[in-house]
């Protein structure tokens, strides 16, 4: 299995682009989640699925949307790239639910000038 | 929202020496987990505690738990060159994802 896995490594944008990281997992997990990682400040959550078709907001959604139209893959959308969402990102799956150990990607590093 | 915090936010110890950090979080949990991230890359699971556990081993690893104070750590013995990371503590408090700590950065000196 090749577990989660996130592309692009890295993106550079210009603000006001537009673009999608993608994330995928082949465990069959039902349950997937973005998060973002900035320095002090451990990693917060922007959204979730508990499986496909279903998505929800997380604790910093705002200039972020996502789909999930299969179980596997889980795109994260940033519509209009602002210096603020400099970030980097991490997918995370589970077989179920945030209660239980979560299988994290390698993470995406955006850098938006 | 921060839930849980880390302390220290770093540690340097010689190799072979025990390392133990700390997570203390605010409010009600349904479990707590530690995570390891080695320096850019993504986090791997170490442990989970639920909250009716004190304590929980794997390996070299002892994670313990007291919900009464809203604390935990996180023991690591005999540490190595490769236990060098950042341990991150993470809540389960019943909310849509986990709540991430800060984080303490732990340096193994050979």
């Known amino acids: 299995n090749a577990g989660v896995t996130q592309t692009p490594k890295f993106q550079v944008l210009k603000t006001g682009q537009s673009m999608t990281l993608q994330c995928a997992q082949d465990m069959n997990h039902e349950y997937m989640s973005w998060y973002r990682q900035d320095p002090g400040m451990g990693l917060r959550l922007i959204h979730y699925s508990v499986g496909a078709g279903i998505t929800d907001q997380g604790e910093v959604p705002n200039g972020y949307n996502v789909s999930r139209s299969t179980t596997e893959d889980f795109p994260l959308r940033l519509l209009s790239a602002a210096p603020s969402q400099t970030s980097v990102y991490f997918c995370a799956s589970s077989p179920w639910g945030v209660g239980e150990t979560q299988y994290f990607g390698p993470g995406t590093r955006l850098l938006v000038l | 929202s921060q839930q849980g915090e880390e302390d220290p936010q770093a540690l340097s110890i010689q190799e072979g020496e025990n390392a133990t950090m700390n997570c203390s979080y605010k409010?009600?949990?349904?479990?707590l987990q530690w995570y390891r991230q080695n320096s850019g890359r993504g986090l791997v699971h170490l442990i989970l505690?639920?909250?009716?556990?004190r304590e929980k081993h794997s390996g070299r690893l002892r994670v313990t738990l007291d919900t009464s104070k809203k604390s935990s750590s996180l023991l690591i013995t005999a540490s190595r060159a490769a236990d060098t990371a950042s341990y991150f503590c993470?809540?389960?408090?019943?909310?849509?994802?986990?709540?991430f700590g800060k984080g303490t950065h732990l340096i193994i000196q050979p």
């Open positions: 993470a809540t389960d408090a019943g909310a849509d994802g986990l709540t």
């Open positions: 505690i639920r909250s009716n556990e």
């Open positions: 409010t009600s949990i349904n479990n």
